[in-house]
């Protein structure tokens, strides 16, 4: 029998059964999309996940931190393969104010190499780096919070975030600052003031929650500023100052391998790759659960494929026989059935794909309207959050399973119709 005769014969049984069919492979839909959009859940929710770790920090970034009472040791950290960068940026455990005309900023003040942060690729919203000591880089937020006085005491009393001052409006970029230092416990600053001039400016925060007032200044200004500590106050606090140290490594795919040499030197240390990795391995075990569960459903859809070709084989006893005498193989017979079987899971499996793309396409629609509304809250239906993610990876494993399961509950009626007896079937009556 020709494969267009056997395709034939498959189409003219379906076209007798519509119904029981449509059904059938409606059932084998149901469960293959239950599979996709289940499991898309996870597959959103693990890259919402990894995306906001991307955006709140450097993904090229590694934080160094040394043992109690130890130091790092530079010289032996730039010797690991493919670090690109060490930045240590030191605080001071006193209060920084800048000056501008009539504005003040209590702003975060941080001694750092500028080189250094030229090499780890420190990125500005406008202007340039620092070229000299009296230059200075100044958080994205520090010009809208450089308030009058007037302005600060309103922010106190009314405390309503819509009800900021907008600071200053100009551009700060070639304005001169003054910076004093004033002791938490004091109500007067030092009377030593030093002028800079503001070159650049950060770029805007990953999260709109972050509110960047730092100001970054070469670290050459150390001794000149505890210089200014020791001549108003009776001796330095031994954690007057505080260090931190990132490491920039040249790639992405270059953390893992820097992460673990410094951990072999005895360093503690923590990088992006540490945390993704702890979040794939949570989210792949999810993920697994929520296939299996899916896999369930199309089981459970399979009951109805193989009561379908059951079905088939009783009512086309006669004709399988006459089949038979004329010489049909066993084979042939195994092989109508199991494509009947196989087009049922091939229909559904292309229909449950197509489902399963619009379903994952409107609940990331209206889903963050929805609780947007439910919450009362405006805006929350711009959050940036995938409820549903369908890679194709996804697709080829439900696609394998639905057809799969398709094939395996057709293999045993396609089994039987071989063992019916030739007489036995020519004798039933039509």
Not at 65 to 94: C, F, H, W
Not at 260 to 272: A, R
Request: some cysteine; overall charge negative.
């Amino acid at each position: 029998m020709l494969f267009k005769d056997q395709v034939d014969f498959v189409r003219q049984h379906i076209k007798k059964n519509k119904l029981r069919v449509f059904m059938t492979v409606l059932a084998a839909t149901m469960g293959c999309a239950f599979l996709i959009v289940l499991a898309s859940i996870g597959f959103g929710i693990q890259d919402t996940m990894r995306e906001e770790i991307l955006q709140d920090q450097a993904i090229t970034e590694v934080e160094v931190y040394p043992n109690e009472n130890e130091e790092l040791n530079l010289e032996e950290i730039k010797t690991v393969p493919y670090v690109g960068a060490i930045v240590q940026r030191t605080s001071m455990d006193i209060m920084t104010s800048f000056h501008l005309e009539n504005r003040t900023i209590q702003g975060n003040l941080q001694l750092t190499d500028i080189k250094e942060e030229e090499q780890s690729n420190l990125k500005l919203s406008e202007g340039r780096l620092p070229q000299n000591e009296s230059e200075i880089i100044v958080g994205y937020h520090f010009a809208q919070n450089l308030w009058t006085d007037a302005e600060r005491a309103k922010v106190e009393e009314v405390g309503e975030e819509e009800d900021l001052p907008k600071g200053y409006e100009k551009s700060i970029i070639g304005k001169t600052v003054s910076l004093s230092l004033q002791p938490y416990d004091s109500e007067e600053a030092f009377p030593e003031q030093w002028d800079f001039k503001v070159v650049g400016v950060t770029d805007n925060p990953a999260k709109d929650w972050i509110v960047d007032q730092s100001i970054l200044m070469d670290k050459s200004w150390l001794p000149e500023l505890t210089g200014a500590y020791e001549a108003n106050e009776e001796g330095i606090p031994e954690d007057f100052t505080y260090t931190t140290t990132k490491i920039y490594t040249s790639s992405l795919e270059h953390v893992k391998s820097v992460t673990k040499d410094l951990k072999d030197m005895g360093y503690n240390v923590y990088s992006v790759s540490e945390q993704l990795e702890q979040i794939d391995v949570f989210f792949m075990a999810f993920k697994i659960g929520l296939i299996f569960v899916g896999t369930i459903a199309i089981l459970i859809s399979s009951i109805g494929i193989f009561n379908t070709m059951t079905m088939a084989v009783t009512e086309r006893t006669r004709e399988i026989g006459v089949m038979k005498a004329i010489g049909a193989s066993p084979k042939l017979i195994q092989r109508l059935f199991l494509m009947e079987s196989a087009w049922i899971g091939i229909i559904g499996t292309v229909l449950a794909v197509v489902i399963s793309y619009v379903v994952s396409y409107l609940a990331n629609w209206l889903l963050p309207m929805v609780i947007g509304a439910a919450l009362g809250e405006d805006g929350l239906e711009d959050l940036s959050i995938t409820f549903s993610l369908i890679p194709w990876q996804l697709v080829v494993l439900a696609s394998a399973i639905s057809i799969g399961v398709a094939m395996i509950s057709g293999w045993r009626p396609a089994r039987k119709a071989t063992k019916i007896d030739v007489i036995q079937a020519l004798r039933q009556e039509l």
